[in-house]
């Protein structure tokens, strides 16, 4: 079981705020009703393509409820059992349920009807719709008890947005160039050009440069290099 820290900075934990909702506006304001204050516990349930931001929204969730002095019960197949149910929990996650060996989906569904018994609020994420989860029937048929919903991937022009708001965040300046290089040449979920951000800002505070094409090419070129060095098990 793993309880989720408030964040330490501003930057550090996704929020309801950082998230770029672009067609998920809908599926945004019923995540916002549903930890409200006095709002019914209704299971929720987040599909989506990786990267489409569900974890993001998931964790988006347990910030508000933690902010509102719960408590957070948050599991994923990285998570060793035993899994067990906290009565103090005002919230469990379930996330990423498509991956759960046999004994986590056991112990997921135990966790489900725990929480329901206590009138917690349960939201879980999965790749597929509830029905189409390769998890046991009892657990899939929970998943899909309550409010199922689709979150859906940004187009391009709303992925340039994300970076750029996300840039303007850090007090970075993020030349158009730049974010065409990285929309052309990474996959465009927002999770995997987040992360690529994040390592181009590491990299030009490293070298004491401005975010530029060259120096996007350079981190580039200097992780290949990095990449095949640890394939041949030469230490670079």
């Known amino acids: 079981m793993k309880q989720i820290p408030l964040p330490i900075s501003l930057g ?41 931001g569900k974890t993001h929204l998931l964790r988006a969730l347990a910030h508000e409820v933690q902010k509102q002095g719960g408590r957070v019960g948050w599991f994923d197949a990285s998570q060793p059992l035993p899994w067990l149910h906290d009565d103090s929990w005002s919230l469990l996650v379930l996330d990423g349920c498509e991956s759960y060996g046999a004994q986590q989906q056991h112990a997921a569904f135990a966790l489900f009807v725990e929480a329901t018994a206590q009138a917690t609020l349960i939201a879980a994420s999965g790749r597929l719709p509830p029905v189409d989860l390769p998890l046991r029937d009892d657990l899939r048929s929970r998943l899909g008890w309550g409010h199922v919903m689709t979150v859906q991937p940004l187009s391009e022009a709303e992925s340039r947005a994300a970076l750029r708001r996300e840039a303007d965040q850090r007090g970075l300046f993020l030349s158009d160039e730049v974010i065409d290089h990285l929309l052309h040449r990474y996959a465009r979920d927002l999770k995997h050009l987040m992360t690529q951000l994040d390592r181009l800002d590491e990299f030009a505070l490293v070298h004491k440069r401005a975010l530029t094409v060259p120096l996007l090419r350079q981190m580039l070129a200097e992780t290949a290099a990095d990449d095949a060095c640890s394939r041949n098990g030469v230490l670079s």
Not at 29 to 51: F, H, S
């Open 12 to 52: 550090s934990q996704p929020t309801f705020d950082s998230f770029v909702a672009g067609p998920n506006a809908m599926t945004l304001a019923q995540l916002r009703a549903a930890c409200a204050p006095g709002a019914a516990a209704t299971p929720l349930y987040l599909w989506g393509e990786q990267g489409a």
